[in-house]
């Protein structure tokens, strides 16, 4: 059964950092993309990142580019996601999500969330 | 950016109706798209990709339509459980984007 568990998530400052984490369980985590993806409080979906299964390629949303760092570990079946220079709109709840076996596009499994707050 | 535009916002309809939500891309996406179901404090559900694939598990009352710009989602006869918020997501060109979603009340 797959499970995908964040964690991570706390109140940080404006300027500040903070490190989510997702750990898989349930399927063999070295083949598959993985995507991060948040929402803010009362409002849609804003897609984040995407690692690929072998983590020979990232990709990320422009609003992140340059202060979030998406990373995963085969042997921890974790991924991360390193976020610096945090702002109050990057408030939002954070989600990991698997990518389909047939294609990294599409995402089929998701955690729970962790939230994320950024206030002084 | 690709910009996806769902339509309605927000729909109100009961147990056994034919539900249509739609969604616009901003641009050409072909048939890279997909569809979530997200209920309160949950997370979203995949329901279709490619269009008009059905997830595993999928009620078959659920399917999609569409190429291009132009994009529906169906439910063909609407069952109480089917109370959540709809997501569209354009899997074309990174960064990938996501409809502001239709929410679904059931009457």
């Known amino acids: 059964q797959v499970h995908l568990v964040e964690s991570g998530g706390g109140v940080a400052p404006p300027g500040g950092s903070l490190t989510l984490s997702c750990t898989a369980s349930g399927f063999i985590f070295s083949t598959y993309a993985m995507h991060w993806v948040r929402q803010p409080p009362g409002k849609g979906l804003e897609w984040v990142s995407v690692i690929l299964y072998d983590a020979s390629k990232i990709f990320y949303t422009d609003a992140v580019k340059g202060r979030f760092t998406m990373s995963r570990d085969v042997s921890k079946e974790t991924i991360y996601l390193q976020m610096d220079s945090l702002s109050p709109d990057d408030t939002a709840v954070y989600f990991c999500a698997r990518a389909t076996s047939s294609s990294p596009r599409y995402l089929d499994y998701w955690g729970q969330g962790t939230p994320v707050t950024v206030s002084s | 950016d690709i910009q996806m535009t769902q339509s309605p916002s927000f729909v109100s309809a009961s147990v056994g109706d034919r539900v249509t939500i739609t969604c616009q891309a901003s641009q050409g996406i072909g048939s890279w798209l997909a569809w979530y179901q997200q209920k309160p404090g949950k997370a979203p559900f995949l329901l279709i990709y490619l269009t008009s694939n059905l997830q595993s598990g999928v009620p078959a009352r659920f399917s999609g339509s569409g190429s291009g710009t132009q994009f529906t989602l169906t439910i063909s006869s609407l069952q109480p459980e089917d109370s959540a918020k709809y997501f569209c997501?354009?899997?074309?060109?990174?960064?990938?984007?996501f409809g502001q979603g239709t929410q679904l009340e059931i009457k």
């Open positions: 997501q354009q899997a074309h060109s990174f960064p990938y984007t």
